[in-house]
C-alpha cells in the first residue's frame, strides 16, 4: 500500500463553521492539496490498528483519544521534522478532522451518531477549524489531542503523561490555553498532580491561578524541572494551608 | 508580558537599544536597515521587525543591549558579585508554534571592581530561522537572579532562581501580521495633512489618504481633533463609546478604499486576461501587481461566489462572466460582500446603542 501524503484543504481561513456544516450536510468535497516541503510531499501513516479498534464507537473515552493523540503524534513526525511551522497550518488540522478522523470529531465534538454521522449544529463544525491564538489551537477537536502528546513528549520524551494531560477538560483548558502551557515540562507537571481524584474542580483552578500569579515575576524559561515542580507545590501548600487566599 | 511592578525588583523596566539585521534567500550576507534603502523602513520600526509578504527572507537576527548603573541594585546585593548573581538574556515566545525558551546572553561589570560609576553591560544575540515560525514571534530582554536563593539585603527579602530584575520592552517580530481591524488592510501611518512629510501631498480637507503601492500605506491625518486618541485606543469595540466611534470611522475608510481597490485589481486583472485568453488563475493572480494581488487573495468573496474554491479560481471565475455581469457583481456585490466581510451592521448598531445612550434613548 502506497504511504499516505499529507494534506491541507485549501482556504479553510476563508470557511466559517458555518460554511464547513454546509458542506458537510450537502456532502459537498473540500479542495484538498498535499503538503510539500523543500520540493518533497510528507508522509503521514496513521496507526491502522488505531483506526479499526475506533471504527463504529458511538462515544470516545480518555483511553481512546489517547491513543489516537499518540498515533496522530507519531503520523506527523514526518511535517514536525520537516518544520514545525508546518503544524500551525489550519488548512492540515482541517484536512486530519474532516477526512482522517472524521468520525471521531463529529461523534466527540459535534453530537453526531453513528445512524447520523451530521453535527447537530453548525456552531460545532468550529471544532474542524483552528488559528495560532492559543484558545483556537486547543479548541480544534484534533489539534487538541496532538497538543497533549506534543507535550508529554517535548517534557519527558515519552507518552506516559498523555493520559493526565487528557483526562479532565478543565484542567485541559486551564493549562493549554494559557501561556504556561507552552512550557511542556511545567504543563506535565500540572496535569500529573492536578489530575489526581483528590482534587476538586475548584481547587485545580485556585492552583493554575496561583502559579500564574506566581510566573509574573519570576521567568518560567530559566527553571529547571526541579523548580517547576517546587512552585507548583509551594502553590498547592500555600493554597491547602489557606483556601481563601484567592476567591 | 510583565504586568504590575514586582516588589523584589530593583530596576525594573529598562531601555534596551536594538539592531536587528536579516538574510534574503540565496545570499548569505547580512543586511542591516541601512542596507537596504527605503526597503529598510517598512520592516524595522523601534519595537518591531515586519517581514510581512516577505518570502524572500529565511532569516532574522536581533542584537539587544542594555546598559544601567548599579547604584539602584548596590544597597541591595554585594557588587562585586553581580556577575554571579544574575544573568541577562531574551525569552522568546512563539505562540503559533507553541514555544517559549530563554536564550542566554553576557552580563559583565564595568569596570571589574565596581565603583561608584560603575555599570553593567548586558547584551544578548538572537537568530531565527524564519520558517521554523509562524505568526509573531516576541523577544523580551530580561535580567533574572541565578542563584536558588538571594537574600536583597535592601528589601530583606530572598528571592528564588530566575525572579525579574530587570526587563526591556518587548521586541515583536511579525512574521505575518495578525492585524485587526482597519490594520489588517494597511500600514497605517498619522501625519500631519497640513504640514506633510516631504514627497507626500495629502488633500488637506481629508482625513484619510491612501498610496497605493506594494504595501498599501493608509496616512490619517493627525490634524483632526481626538482621531488618532480615538482609532489606537484600546477601549473593546463592543458597546464601550470609543470602541463603537472607532469601529465606525474604520468602517468608512475601509469601505472606501476596498471598494475603489478591489475594482482596480479586477480592472488589472480583465485586462490581462483580454491580453492573455488561456492564462489560468493562477497565471492571472500573478501577474497583479503585489497590492493588487493581496486584495484578491484577502477580498475576492466580497465579490461573491464560491469561497471554498482558492482565490485565483474565484477570479477565474469572475472573468468568465460576461462585461455587464462584471459590472453587476462591481456595483452589487461589492458593497454587500464588504458589509458582511467588515461587520458593518453590528458596527453601525452598535453605534446607534452608544448614541441613544447618550441621550438617555430620546432620538428625534
Known sequence: ?247 | MIRGYPAHTCLGKVPCTMSSDIQIAGNNRWLSREDLGDEGHSIWGEFVVDLTGRDDIEHVRLRLNFDTPITKISAAYDIKKVEEYFEFGARVWNKSTRRRYFRRGELTLKPKGGGKNAHLECTVEVQFEVREFGGEIEVEPIMVTRPQTLLDNDRNIILGRGSLIAWSEPIVIMLDRIRKGIDSLFDIQWVSFSKPPPGLEPPANSFFFVRWERNPKLYLNVDIENLQRLLVSDSKAGKSHDGSVRRAVNSIVAHQILSTGLSAALRQASQHRLDEPDATGEDLLVGLDDQNRAIIRGWIGALGGNRALRPEEQLLAILDLDADEVSIRIAEQIPNGLQSGLGTKKTVENLIAVVANSFSGKLD
Open chain 1, 1 to 247: 500500500m502506497a504511504a499516505k501524503k499529507l494534506c491541507r484543504v485549501e482556504n479553510i481561513d476563508d470557511l466559517t463553521a458555518q460554511d464547513v456544516h454546509s458542506m458537510i450536510v450537502t456532502n459537498k468535497d473540500f479542495s484538498i492539496s498535499p503538503i510539500e516541503w523543500d520540493n518533497s510531499p510528507i508522509r503521514f501513516d496513521f496507526d491502522d490498528s488505531v483506526r479499526r479498534s475506533l471504527a463504529g464507537r458511538t462515544a470516545f473515552s480518555v483511553a481512546d483519544e489517547v491513543s489516537i493523540a499518540i498515533a496522530l503524534h507519531e503520523a506527523l513526525v514526518p511535517a514536525r521534522e520537516s518544520s514545525i511551522a508546518l503544524l500551525r497550518d489550519s488548512g492540515v488540522w482541517a484536512w486530519i478532522g474532516l477526512y482522517e478522523l472524521r468520525e471521531y470529531v463529529l461523534i466527540r465534538w459535534c453530537g453526531a451518531t453513528q445512524n447520523s454521522m451530521l453535527p447537530t449544529t453548525p456552531e460545532k463544525c468550529s471544532y474542524f477549524l483552528t488559528g495560532d491564538a492559543l484558545v483556537r489551537q486547543a479548541r480544534c477537536a484534533v489539534r487538541r489531542l496532538w497538543i497533549a502528546a506534543d507535550a508529554s513528549h517535548r517534557a519527558k520524551g515519552d507518552y506516559n503523561a498523555v493520559p493526565a494531560n487528557l483526562a479532565l477538560t478543565d484542567l485541559y483548558t486551564g493549562v493549554f490555553e494559557r501561556m504556561l502551557g507552552l512550557d511542556a515540562e511545567l504543563a506535565c507537571l500540572l496535569t500529573t498532580e492536578l489530575h489526581q481524584p483528590k482534587y476538586v474542580e475548584d481547587f485545580r483552578r485556585k492552583v493554575l491561578i496561583g502559579v500564574g500569579a506566581r510566573l509574573s515575576t519570576v521567568a518560567l524559561e530559566c527553571l529547571d524541572s526541579r523548580q517547576k515542580n517546587s512552585l507548583i507545590q509551594e502553590v498547592i501548600s500555600d493554597l491547602a494551608a489557606n483556601p481563601s487566599v484567592l476567591p
